[in-house]
């Protein structure tokens, strides 16, 4: 009877198991009695599962056998040793990559979206503290000087305007703001959001994708007061007089907006590592430097191909053996108000740290029930001020209600706004005194927005 030797590897193991591709090679040797020829043949591919715990690398030795009764022609099939000692060599490989890539996601840690919450204030230019190590400004024109401009080459002014959100969107409609110039010349002024606090909140959110972490709406109540006011054409009208009429008691100038994340530079500084693929290199990020009680993330760079968290350090995987001025973002995880002048209340998106929350968010579920809504709002830290009473659906737009609109940079959805119903929060106010309540509401219903996808959501302070 024929017999053909295979060599095999196939077992099970319910500690691990990893798939293989095992190439079946049989040797026909002796073809006739006076020549002898051996004949590699490739009979395919195989995938075998089995487990390199249970089954050390020299259990390949052994063999399968079988027979094969119908077939006419004798063949001594043997397994030449070159070849056993090649596919061993390709084994002993597999299992040292897989040894480092299971060492990786065990060194891999997982940071909670707890540590990349954004708390926001706003202080004097007088008052601000450089030293303050966990309060810094939004953007670096507020404390260095030069603020925008108006497109057309003239500088603008920046103000603050504390009132409220009806307020504020008369106050950016206005046509009756004036500026004198040094000559006493009169000249119509226009007034826009501020296009600096903007482009801060849209680049955070670039890093937030760059980094694949999950965005969480930023309480932008603080940066939605800041107004551009400036001249048509190209005129500095930085030390002019501005006549604010109506509104002059609720402007107030020289205010820099703080939140709790600070850009750094970092540098090449050790030898690069080749990656298990030898394509690429990694370079790490030695967190111990900047302390370890903080949540950092890598800025935007298309030199990175991806980024992983270990601990106390950070591994980016690129294609550049070296590099200079990548940047970084580090997130403070504890606010200090003590310094002169930090009076003003703190916007955060803080949430607590809550199991049931963190379990639906990882599943990657949306909001289907009127408990979720609840249970949503009620997650977040602050003491907003208002409280969500009830939601209805409608495709009739109540006469006053409050937007969604603290995620601008998401830009067109797949189903139009428009042609959705209309999911109406509303809400109530929780005690007298809360300036921020409107703002809060704003900031629920853009945050509840991201979750759902049949209706548009809009809010209602009662």
Not at 25 to 36: G, M, Q
Not at 58 to 84: D, E, G, K, Q
Not at 277 to 305: C, F, P, Q
Not at 422 to 444: A, Y
Request: glycine share 6%.
């Amino acid at each position: 009877t024929p017999s053909i030797h295979i060599f095999m590897i196939s077992s099970f193991s319910f500690e691990r198991t990893a798939v293989f591709c095992s190439v079946t090679t049989i040797l026909l040797s002796r073809i006739t009695p006076d020549l002898s020829l051996g004949i590699m043949v490739k009979l395919g591919i195989q995938g075998i599962a089995y487990s390199l715990k249970a089954f050390p690398i020299s259990w390949v030795h052994r063999s399968s056998y079988f027979s094969i009764p119908s077939v006419a022609i004798t063949l001594n099939v043997v397994l030449s040793p070159a070849l056993l000692d090649g596919l061993l060599s390709i084994l002993e490989l597999t299992e040292r990559r897989y040894l480092e890539l299971e060492d990786r996601i065990n060194r891999e840690v997982e940071i909670p979206d707890e540590a990349y919450a954004v708390y926001m204030t706003v202080v004097k230019k007088e008052d601000y503290d450089p030293i303050n190590g966990t309060l810094f400004p939004v953007c670096p024109e507020f404390t260095d000087g030069e603020i925008g401009g108006n497109g057309g080459g003239g500088m603008s002014r920046i103000v603050y305007f504390s009132g409220p959100l009806h307020e504020r969107q008369s106050f950016e409609a206005a046509e009756n703001i004036y500026g004198y110039n040094k000559d006493g010349e009169c000249s119509l002024l226009k007034v826009r959001k501020a296009a600096c606090c903007r482009r801060a909140i849209e680049d955070l959110y670039q890093v937030f994708v760059c980094n694949r972490i999950r965005w969480t709406t930023v309480n932008t109540g603080y940066l939605d007061r800041f107004y551009e006011v400036y001249a048509v054409g190209e005129e500095d009208i930085r030390e002019w007089k501005i006549d604010f009429g109506c509104w002059a008691d609720r402007i107030k100038e020289d205010m820099v907006p703080l939140w709790n994340i600070e850009k750094f530079v970092f540098q090449c500084r050790k030898f690069m590592i080749p990656c298990i693929d030898e394509k690429h290199y990694e370079h790490e990020l030695d967190l111990k430097e900047y302390g370890t009680d903080s949540a950092y993330m890598v800025g935007r760079n298309d030199d990175i191909l991806h980024v992983r968290h270990e601990k106390n350090k950070i591994i980016m995987t690129s294609f550049k053996e070296s590099f200079q001025d990548w940047e970084g973002y580090r997130f403070s995880c504890k606010i200090d108000v003590k310094s002169h002048g930090y009076n003003n209340e703190i916007l955060s998106n803080a949430r607590k740290n809550s199991f049931f929350q963190n379990y639906l968010e990882r599943q990657g579920t949306f909001l289907d029930s009127r408990m979720e809504l609840f249970r949503l709002v009620e997650s977040f830290e602050d003491d907003s001020g208002v409280v969500l009473e009830r939601c209805d659906v409608t495709e009739q737009k109540p006469p006053m209600y409050l937007e969604g609109d603290m995620n601008p940079f998401h830009g067109e959805t797949a189903f139009p706004m428009d042609t959705r119903k209309l999911l109406v929060l509303r809400f109530r106010k929780k005690g007298d005194g809360k300036e921020f309540c409107e703002d809060m509401v704003r900031f629920f219903v853009s945050q509840i927005q991201l979750s759902i996808c049949e209706y548009k959501c809009i809010g209602i302070l009662e």
